[in-house]
């Protein structure tokens, strides 16, 4: 069985055939949450179906326009086994008062994953410093959604205990690659965050698109795609689930 670890199927690309897209393999997938509506959106999928497991967070490229969300966030977490969509965007976010109120964000969701034990799937563009800084003040199980930093960072997360998750755009990107190269399997998991990285540019990604990721990290570890499948699905059932 698959594993996607970070997607969006509650997102409106799905609404026309979602039924489809959640059962066209064999997959567990964790829908994400990015604000209060999707947070909501996400608990109703879990409900509806038995290979979804609901994430809450809060989006830090929300900021600017939805601060008003976060206590209400906060509290969904409870509902919750894993936060997500919760990190730091500096690629979208410029200010700098901006960027300070989204560490301390993310520190109020570090807290909530530290005291219920939950797992916390966090984003990251352009504030891995700052993430880097603030994650060893918390003993928290973490992964890294659609790593895309330097294998320098990507061993510091590691030596943390977090997880390096591969969406299957690494099958067009060769810098992706030479992490995943240089990253034990047992620090690995698949995602496709899903309707966005997939293997084609333009082209809406879904669930099971998993395969293409698992396929090419087999052929970059020189390890058979079963035992990739059962080495990710082990990650995932005890480095991620409660």
């Known amino acids: 069985m698959y594993i996607d670890v970070h997607a969006h199927i509650d997102s409106k690309e799905f609404d026309q055939d979602r039924d489809a897209i959640v059962n066209e393999c064999e997959i567990t997938i964790v829908n994400a949450g990015v604000d209060l509506e999707s947070n909501l959106r996400s608990l109703e999928l879990e409900k509806k179906y038995k290979n979804i497991i609901a994430a809450v967070g809060f989006h830090p490229e929300f900021i600017k326009d939805k601060e008003n969300e976060i206590e209400k966030c906060l509290e969904l977490t409870n509902n919750a086994k894993i936060i997500s969509e919760i990190g730091l965007d500096y690629y979208w976010i410029k200010d700098s008062e901006l960027r300070k109120k989204q560490i301390k964000i993310l520190s109020l969701f570090l807290e909530r994953a530290e005291k219920h034990r939950k797992t916390a799937i966090i984003h990251v563009r352009g504030g891995m410093n700052d993430l880097l800084s603030l994650l060893p003040s918390y003993k928290v199980r973490f992964a890294i959604h659609a790593y895309e930093g330097s ?23 060769k810098y992706r690659q030479e992490v995943v ?62």
């Open 151 to 173: 294998i320098r960072d990507a061993k510091r997360i590691v030596d943390l205990g977090g997880l390096i998750s591969v969406p299957p755009v690494l099958i067009r990107d």
């Open 181 to 242: 190269k240089e990253i034990d399997l047992d620090y690995l998991v698949t995602e496709t965050d899903s309707p966005f990285l997939g293997p084609e540019k333009y082209i809406r990604n879904k669930p099971c698109n998993v395969s293409l990721t698992i396929k090419k990290i087999s052929e970059l570890k020189k390890i058979e795609e079963k035992e990739v499948i059962q080495r990710i699905r082990k990650n995932f059932e005890e480095k991620i689930l409660p």
